[in-house]
Each structure stands twice: as structure tokens, then as C-alpha cells.
């Protein structure tokens, strides 16, 4: 009995993995077919990335995302990390009430926010008489930190929860300045956490769709925006071509960082 109950655990992670990874998988594969109607026989060709390379809008628009989501990662990585140590480590007044604010970011519909985000910024920009900025990639980036902060004060609060505060003490009584202790002692043991945070806040701004939707100007767009534009003109497997990309990117990204740390936040030294 209990051979057949794991089995069929292990039959039902397939089925999962299957219905997670099998359409990535045609996606990426169709990327290299010749026919732009993923008509069968398949034959291997490149066109469609050297249509890509030519498509300027698609390029500029990826090129946009990958600029607010590097700044985003920056902004929102540093900032959260220093609220996530605050929370973590010190008691003021309104701490609880400032910590349950953190939660309508992630339980509003991102449509609601969006919206909201879009009616703030047209009236500010009115209240200080330049219309013009109240949509932009300046505010897109903006709502992305926003969206991002809650993300990585968790993720790095998660990681100060198992923080062992006796090695900082025991630094400090063998002589090592503030700054030493710090360095040495605080950075390493939450680099984990801070890593895993900016690599979050980075797949949040990147793929963030309904917010650069509501304040992108005309003529400007984000890769998820032109990539709904197009696809509401016709697919072309350009955007398989791109999300290829993307997705080989992003893989070889978290190989690279899971070579250095597991899973569980500790530094793999043996490897």
C-alpha cells in the first residue's frame, strides 16, 4: 500500500512538472521552426531571431524593461533590506501598524492598485502644473518599487528571523569596530536572503504587466505591454524568439546563483 501511495505522489509531481514546463518547452521549440504558422514537419531555422534583431520595437521595449527592472532591483533591494532590518530589530511606535500596511500591496488586485497608482500620479503632476509627468518610466518605475518593497522586506525579514545575533555580540567583544562587524559578520550571513529579495523584486518589475500598462505614455512601452500589443495585432513567433531569450537568461541566472547558495540559505563551501 504504501508503494502504491508513492507512486502515485510520484505520477501526480510529473503531471505537475508536465503541465508547468511542457508549454515552455513548445514555446522555445517553435522558436527555431521555420514555418511562421508552427506547421509540422518541423525544420530548423534561425529567422525568427534574425527577425528579432530587426524588430526595433520589441528590442527598445525589452531594452525599457530591462533598464526599470535593474533600477527597481537597485531601489527597492536597498530600501526594503534597510525597512526589513528596522522591523527586525528595533521597536517604535506604530511598528504594527506600519508592518499590516504591508500587506494590501500583495492582496489588491494589481488592476486596483494600477488604477489607483494612475489617478495619484495625474494629480500630483497637476498640483505641480506639468501634466505631461504623470505617466512615464519614471512613474512606472516608481510603481514598481512599490509593488517590489513588501516582497523583499519579507524575504529578508525571513532571513532575520534565523538571524543569530550572538556572533555580532561576539565580534564586538573581540574588538571589531561597528563597521567591521557589519562587513564581516552581518553582510555575509544575509547576503541569502538580500540575494534571493533582489532576484524576486527583479521578476516582479520585469513581468509586471497591468502597472506599466496604466502609466506608460503613448510611444513608450515595456516588453510585456508590446508583447500584448503585438499579440492582439497577430502572433509572430518573434516573441517566441525573445522569450527564448528570457528564459534561457533567467535559468542560467538561477544555476549561477544556486552554485553558490542552497536552497536553505547556506553557503555551500564544500562545493
Known amino acids: 500500500m504504501k508503494r502504491l501511495l508513492d507512486g502515485g505522489i510520484r505520477f501526480y509531481l510529473l503531471l505537475v512538472l508536465v503541465f508547468l514546463y511542457l508549454p515552455i518547452l513548445v514555446m522555445a521549440l517553435f522558436a527555431f521552426n521555420k514555418s511562421p504558422l508552427y506547421a509540422l514537419p518541423f525544420e530548423f531555422d534561425l529567422v525568427w531571431f534574425k527577425a528579432l534583431a530587426e524588430n526595433d520595437k520589441l528590442l527598445k521595449a525589452g531594452l525599457n524593461s530591462l533598464l526599470i527592472a535593474l ?7 536597498s530600501f526594503g533590506t534597510m525597512a526589513a532590518v528596522a522591523f527586525g530589530r528595533y521597536t517604535f511606535r506604530g511598528k504594527t501598524l506600519l508592518q499590516g500596511l504591508l500587506f ?13 497608482m494612475l489617478v495619484f500620479f495625474f494629480w500630483t503632476a497637476k498640483a505641480m502644473g506639468v501634466p505631461g509627468m504623470a505617466r512615464g518610466l519614471h512613474a512606472i518605475l516608481l510603481g514598481h518599487v512599490a509593488l517590489s ?6 524575504v529578508v525579514g525571513a532571513r532575520l528571523n534565523d538571524y543569530p545575533k550572538a556572533l555580532e555580540e561576539a565580534a564586538a567583544t573581540l574588538g ?7 562587513r564581516r559578520v552581518s553582510v555575509p550571513i544575509l547576503a541569502p536572503g538580500v540575494v534571493a529579495a533582489a532576484l524576486f523584486a527583479f521578476a516582479v ?19 510585456p505591454v508590446e508583447i500584448y500589443t503585438s ?7 518573434e516573441i517566441n524568439a525573445i522569450s527564448t531569450i528570457i528564459i ?12 553558490f547558495y542552497r536552497f536553505g540559505g547556506e553557503r555551500s563551501g564544500n562545493e
Open 71 to 77: 533600477a527597481n532591483t537597485v531601489i527597492a533591494t
Open 104 to 116: 494590501p500591496p500583495i492582496a489588491i488586485p494589481w488592476l486596483v492598485i494600477g488604477t489607483a
Open 149 to 154: 518593497l513588501p516582497y523583499v522586506i519579507f
Open 176 to 182: 571589531a569596530t561597528p563597521w567591521q562587524v557589519f
Open 205 to 223: 518589475s520585469f513581468d509586471q504587466f497591468v502597472i506599466s500598462y496604466f502609466l506608460a505614455p503613448p510611444g513608450v512601452t515595456t516588453l
Open 231 to 237: 499579440i492582439r495585432k497577430g502572433f509572430t513567433p
Open 248 to 259: 534561457a537568461v533567467s535559468m542560467g541566472l538561477m544555476l549561477i546563483v544556486a552554485r
